[in-house]
């Protein structure tokens, strides 16, 4: 049976109330209804605000770290305010005269998705001013069984990490902003609305629910399987394939040899993948215009895919392979001008050091294992599915 997405609730728990909206362009249901439409078609039901995150509400801005305004819905009438902007937490003035706050928002299980914290910041603004929240539950496009990555350290907050969880989580939206509001002490009037029919270890093409990018660089599922350990190449000046009609599934620079870097990542035998020569040409943030070498990751079997696992050893392979070229990407990054991009997106300094150390790719994934056990234990409590 096909997966009922937690918004076809909305209709019974709606009535009568001021409602404020955060969702974006792919927030829609099976039937391609785009839920501030049904928000605003409830009897008795008045859509006074929008909110957007990263992107925008209608993930018309590409590039990373490009802010976005207030505007008004030409259709609605109704304010759209940016979360992604002058502010990144609604504010008392935003909030006034809601009764209830929605979110409705395709997360992709990735700590870094800023998605989440846009989130999570509006538990944290609801609970200060009293406004009760609503998840709209979407399915983890990429199953919510695997849990794999570093930990987020305390000194290392930042946009794209706010709370102690893996790269990634294995959680939905509502499951993770259960846990968040609960254990971090977010402490909002929160409800989430749940799917139906959805198990864990589904994959969003097992849904029966359209695709719908929700932002400009994650244009397909495959780009979500690859993203978890392929969007720490963010931290570096390797290509991530932005600018290209692969993101994430490209690796490259214009200093690399493409079969080099193949030869040497199939000789690992790393699971559920296989790697193919390429050359690219991105069209605009790193190297724009230059072609790089590099390669395609290929998922063959995304059971056993361990995106983590595999970006890292890609990361340990190009370095010892262009050690006088190989560098660090460096600040600002998402608001942060301090601490290296990396540092964020992997949340500690750790992987940074060891890989400067030549510690082995199979040795730090070893070292996080305690950690996920420690995570599997307070997320149980969590689960809706």
Request: hydrophobic content about 40%; glycine content about 10%.
């Amino acid at each position: 049976m096909p997966v009922t997405l937690g918004s076809a609730r909305l209709a019974s728990r709606l009535g009568g109330q001021r409602i404020g909206l955060l969702a974006n362009q792919a927030s829609v249901d099976a039937s391609f209804r785009h839920v501030a439409k049904v928000v605003s078609s409830l009897p008795g039901v008045t859509l006074a605000a929008l909110f957007g995150p990263q992107h925008g509400f209608w993930s018309d801005v590409q590039d990373n770290m490009i802010e976005t305004g207030h505007a008004r819905h030409s259709n609605l009438n109704v304010p759209i305010y940016s979360l992604y902007g002058a502010t990144r937490e609604p504010s008392g003035e935003m909030l006034e005269g809601l009764d209830l706050l929605v979110v409705d928002l395709q997360d992709v299980g990735t700590r870094v998705y800023t998605y989440i914290h846009t989130m999570t910041n509006c538990l944290r603004a609801c609970a200060r001013y009293g406004v009760p929240v609503v998840i709209c539950d979407r399915p983890n496009p990429v199953g919510g069984i695997r849990i794999e990555g570093g930990m987020l350290e305390p000194g290392f907050e930042s946009f794209v990490g706010l709370y102690r969880i893996p790269l990634r989580h294995g959680l939905t939206i509502g499951e993770l902003a259960q846990l968040c509001n609960n254990a971090f002490g977010l402490n909002a009037s929160l409800e989430v609305l749940p799917l139906n029919n959805w198990s864990r270890e589904m994959y969003h093409d097992e849904t029966g629910l359209p695709w719908v990018l929700p932002s400009p660089n994650l244009p397909t599922l495959q780009t979500a399987v690859v993203y978890p350990g392929m969007v720490l190449l963010e931290g570096t000046n390797l290509s991530e394939g932005r600018g290209t009609t692969l993101p994430f599934e490209l690796v490259g620079a214009p200093w690399l040899g493409a079969h080099g870097v193949t030869h040497a990542m199939n000789a690992l035998g790393l699971p559920g993948v296989c790697f193919r020569p390429a050359e690219f040409q991105p069209t605009f943030q790193k190297h724009a215009g230059q072609t790089c070498g590099g390669c395609q990751l290929h998922v063959t079997d995304r059971t056993a895919f361990r995106p983590v696992l595999t970006a890292v050893a890609l990361l340990e392979v190009c370095r010892r392979l262009a050690p006088d070229r190989f560098a660090w990407r460096q600040p600002p990054y998402e608001y942060e001008t301090v601490i290296p991009p990396i540092d964020i997106l992997w949340g500690c300094d750790r992987l940074r050091r060891q890989l400067e150390n030549d510690v082995s790719f199979t040795k730090i994934a070893e070292e996080w294992t305690a950690d996920l056990q420690a995570f599997e234990r307070l997320r149980a409590r969590y689960l809706l599915y």
